[in-house]
């Protein structure tokens, strides 16, 4: 089987020859840049360059000889992007690791050791000295909703996720980009064989917390519902025009469109799965039906947290892959999930827990882990095998070869 034959063949939950691989296609399956770095070392690489596509989370973009090393099954369009060193320049992260900035970023440097992020004179993103992220640090309408949305994109421009985009989008303004997007993409389907992913976010849960800021909107859900619909159906209505561009440029040559929405917490979701089916679900089935029925492309969720009480809406919105499938959350049982969801959602994560067993436990033990959750998620299909969530700079380099070695000798 071809890398993009497995990976089709595991959502459509058909048994293939190996189980699928994921490093790196999308924000929430990938690896951070020290992380990486540490790898790179640890294998004895000579002539990497740990390249930050992600610069929010710092998340390098995995080299032609790790996916090749490591059996990875599908790849992020973004990744055809930025492919000349002179679309890099050095940096230095914390604990000493030389990587790559695009060089579109440039933040600045406090006198305290931190960084921070300025559109003109507002500051909308800073990363303490010694971190590996940065933060939002403005919220548009924190004080209250606007009368009207006329100025929408603007406000939304100045949220770190859309002012520090993930390639391609950080060129989605320049002239030319969409035959730029198409062009880019084709040549990638043309000369690999693996999977294509393309994230285009249209979150709407989580824009209403950049926007609000996430105290204020999770009580807008329950006490103003009004505001919150004015203010998803402005969203919807960007959403749809973009993601209208994007069915239009790759919908017939990438293989999945990521969308995004964190809708659960460690304990449950974020709110009450009435609320979830009033408010969310007929806009998510929305996006879902129009990438159906406008592409070939297949709908993928990436939500965090404890969403087992909404998967079935999510399933019936259109939704046919989740991810990171957050297995250390309340009632994320892998063994509960594969049983009562396994055959109508395609689980693409929850490989290994990031939190505990990855970073903490020895190699024995996250190859352990590994087979355990292979044995439960692998059998007829519906999983592509990913760590839950990022693999964070705390991970040692031994322990993410044996998890992979792991999977490729299943």
């Not at 940065?134 to 949220?159: A, C, E, H, N, R």
Request: with cysteine.
């Amino acid at each position: 089987m071809t890398s993009r034959d497995r990976v089709l063949a595991a959502v459509k939950h058909q048994q293939t020859d190996r189980v699928p691989i994921d490093l790196g296609a999308t924000p929430s399956s990938g690896i951070s840049a020290i992380a990486y770095h540490n790898l790179i070392k640890h294998l004895g690489i000579k002539n990497s360059k740990t390249q930050i596509y992600d610069t929010v989370q710092e998340l390098a973009q995995p080299e032609q000889f790790i996916i090749d090393r490591f059996g990875v099954d599908v790849l992020d369009v973004g990744r055809a992007f930025l492919t000349d060193d002179a679309d890099w320049y050095p940096f230095e992260l914390s604990a000493g690791v030389k990587a790559y900035y695009p060089k579109w970023f440039k933040p600045l440097r406090k006198p305290d050791g931190s960084w921070e992020v300025y559109i003109d004179e507002l500051m909308i993103a800073r990363k303490p000295m010694g971190a590996n992220f940065f933060d939002g640090t403005y919220y548009p309408y924190v004080d209250g909703y606007p009368d009207d949305f006329s100025s929408l994109d603007q406000d939304m421009s100045k949220i770190l996720w859309a002012a520090m985009p993930v390639s391609p989008w950080a060129e989605a303004n320049d002239p030319g980009f969409w035959d730029k997007l198409r062009t880019k993409a084709l040549h990638l389907r043309e000369t690999t064989d693996k999977a294509l992913i393309i994230g285009v976010g249209c979150n709407l849960f989580e824009w209403g917390t950049f926007l609000r800021r996430l105290d204020n909107f999770l009580m807008d859900v329950y006490a103003d519902p009004i505001n919150v619909e004015r203010l998803l159906d402005a969203l919807l209505e960007k959403h749809l025009i973009t993601l209208d561009k994007v069915c239009t440029a790759v919908g017939d040559i990438v293989d999945f469109v990521k969308f995004g929405d964190d809708l659960g917490m460690d304990t449950g979701p974020f709110m009450a799965p009435d609320f979830y089916r009033q408010l969310f679900k007929p806009r998510h089935k929305q996006l879902c039906d129009y990438a159906k029925s406008h592409s070939s492309m297949i709908p993928f969720l990436h939500s965090c947290g404890s969403i087992y009480q909404l998967l079935p809406d999510l399933i019936e919105a259109g939704f046919e892959v989740i991810n990171p499938v957050q297995t250390n959350s309340y009632q994320m049982e892998p063994d509960v999930l594969k049983k009562e969801f396994g055959k109508d959602v395609c689980f693409w994560g929850g490989g290994v827990d990031t939190r505990s067993v990855l970073n903490h436990g020895t190699a024995q033990q996250v190859r352990d882990q590994v087979k355990e959750r292979l044995d439960i998620f692998a059998p007829g299909g519906g999983f592509v095998f990913n760590t839950v969530h990022n693999i964070l700079p705390d991970v040692p380099p031994e322990n993410i070869v044996a998890m992979y070695e792991t999977v490729l000798n299943y």
